[in-house]
């Protein structure tokens, strides 16, 4: 079919698929209820599903590509089916030999679709769900070092060199970006958040993103979505329907899960919705022609969608279906077993595929309540699957109470979980937003807080980012409107409290929205034209400061959050660029900030004796990089913990005539960096103020802050 032909039906059966696979109540927000039995039985079913999928798909893991397998493969096959089928078969190692290797193992073992996810779990039992890049990398580096491949293995070398993520998975670093790795290894996060849809796919993109990069992530966030969603609402097609729901509109993935929920609607067999699926999606997802699209993330995830769709909520149908389709059918076999598990729990898993995986006798329990590890280092080889199963749940509790629910006990224990599902609330909210901000510009004289509100609602009603609207964007705006109806709307807010200016502005270099805090010194007078002049560069937010609304909302509200020392010292002018997210200041992102600048320029004059660049983690290393590169403008560099990169010691010599305050902690990761570059700027004789704060790891601390803004008080030109 020709793609302009393709794209017409696509657009034409948007509305049927609409009113086929979606009810008027299926994103409801509310507290929904399940007992603690319900929930556990879940959980575990979701770990047995996944070692379901991933061991039936593993004797056909990247053989079949062109076509599908020749008959649906609905148990365990071995290389002893080669007597009496006509397949091919993965017949030289042990993907083929499952029997074999459940003897030797008593139970069920380590692979990656799991195994990431057991490290998972340690790391978020040790940092907790609120985990950063930052400490996800020193779990990888201590857990995951054999038995990866690609997209991961790349991500782990790349940590070596001292990036973290999301520069691991970045498609300018790691030239895997494309490959299904993510959609595997991060459905846990959903069982951590059961029914917290939001928070799940959230933090499943965050996971994504250390290994994958743009329209990668996308089926991971599909999966996440229907994974938590899943542990209240059992019809697949709506589960479906949601995932897409989810995604950004310009997603070439969103696109093909309409194309498939079309292609199920008029076509009764699975392999004809296949052949389409290859057709359109194998060898090239947009303009981007996959290197090896057998194991791109497009083509499988869309599998996977076809395979829950066809299988109706059956899971030996479903799992079949998915391994049967080919590619790198072991994965999404998993993906498919562990979301039927967690809708039909334990009883809805065929015993068979739970108890008869062994060649010498039948398992009593399912796969013998044994998980062996033998490729995560540094972690527990023997573990009972009851035992992994229990401590899920302990994290799935705290996530519920830390996420408005509660547990109540009476005669069974039960948790009440909000639900946080976003795609049609809090409407009414962002639209009154919208048009309050729309009158309150009309009506204002001052130019800059016309402009702020003007910018506000730019920043609403974007789309020149694609980014997905969230439960919690519309929790922001919200507030926001309960903000602007108030001290929102008064110019004194921003001249004499720590609140900014948002400003907005299309960038000369690729047409698209970029935004920067402005705040304004104490009693501002705009005929002052000698104020100091600050920057600060964000940290990373784990990728969350990729959704602009995320960062820029947080001052707008009634309680004010996310603003560091300048903002309250109020000093002088002082920006806080976005930056585009969590981009490290390189490509767009370093074109947005040299953008921000010349905007700001245009606004204002300021003293160019005493003009300040500095940041924390991700901005202290961005301070630096900016530093050397417009060192004539800069009076004084401020690194707090940067996260520096490789770097010489000529680009450090660079700075030697600008004075330079640095800190970090003793403990920290980038501990040596940052002494590295401290001796290099002493060895050129650089003006250096520096600490190395004791029994410190990679943490932000207020008070040194207000250490730097103080000393910048006494640099000038």
Known sequence: MGIQRRRFFLWLFIGLLKCLFITPDCSAQG???????????????????????????????????????????????????????????????????????ADAMGGAWSDDDTDIEFVTLHAVEKYGLDITYSEITEMWKAHINRFIWAANRKARDLMETGLVPPATGSKLNNPYWYRITSQLVNEIWSVFYPGMIDQAAERAEWGAKIMCDDWAVHATRAYAVMYSAAFFENDVKKLVSMAAESLPDKSPYKRG?????????????????????HENYYEFVDDFKVPDPYVAAVVNGLSGIMAILYGQGDFRKTVGIAVSAGYDCDNQAATCGGLLGIINGTKGIPED????????????????????????????????????????????????????????????????????????????????????????????????????????????????????????????????????RNEGAHWKTYTEGPRPLIMSFTSPSDGKNSFYWLFLPRAFDSTVH?????????????????????????????????????????????????????????????????????????????????QYIYGFSMGGGGAFHFAQKTRERWSAVGIYSGALGEFTRDQAALLKNMPVWIMWGEKERLAASNKKLKDYLLNVGADVRWKEIENIEHKYLAEYQTDLMDWFLTKHK
């Open 530 to 610: 000698d104020y100091p002049f600050y920057m600060e560069l964000h940290g990373s937010g784990g990728g969350k400061n990729d959704n602009p609304r995320n960062m820029l909302f947080r001052p707008l509200q009634p309680e004010i959050k996310g603003v560091t020392s300048q903002g309250y010292r109020k000093e002088g002018l002082f920006i806080y660029p976005w930056g585009r997210g969590d981009k490290w200041y390189r490509d767009q992102s370093e074109k947005d900030i040299f953008e921000c600048l010349a905007h700001f320029d245009n606004l204002f004059t300021t003293d160019a004796t005493r």
């Open 257 to 277: 899960m309409i194309d498939v929920m079309h292609w199920y609607s008029i076509n009764d067999d699975w392999r004809a919705t296949r052949k389409l699926i």
């Open 353 to 484: 595929l739970l108890l008869k995986l062994p060649s010498r006798y039948d398992w009593k329990v399912p796969f013998n309540n044994t998980y062996i590890n033998y490729s995560r280092d540094n972690l527990p080889n023997y573990n009972r699957i009851s035992d992994i199963v229990n401590r899920i749940l302990t994290i799935s509790e705290q996530a519920i109470l830390d996420n408005g629910g509660s547990i109540k006990t009476d005669r069974d224990t039960v948790y009440q979980i909000t639900n946080d599902y976003s795609s049609n609330s809090s409407k009414d909210d962002v639209e009154g937003l919208i048009t309050l901000l729309a009158d309150l510009e009309a009506k204002e004289q001052i130019s800059l807080l016309r402009q702020h509100f003007r910018s506000v609602r730019t920043m609403v009603e974007d789309k020149t980012h694609d980014i997905a609207w969230t439960a919690q964007d519309s929790s922001w705006a919200s507030n926001a409107l309960t903000f602007f």
């Open 31 to 101: 507290l929904q209820t399940i007992t603690k039995e319900a929930l556990r039985d879940k959980i575990e079913a979701y770990w047995y599903g996944q070692l379901v999928g991933n061991y039936m798909g593993f004797p056909f893991e990247n053989v079949y590509r062109e076509e599908p397998v020749p008959i649906l493969i609905e148990r365990y096959f071995t290389v002893e089916d080669l007597k009496d089928f006509d397949l091919e078969m993965n017949k030289d190692d042990r993907r083929s030999y499952g029997h074999i290797m």
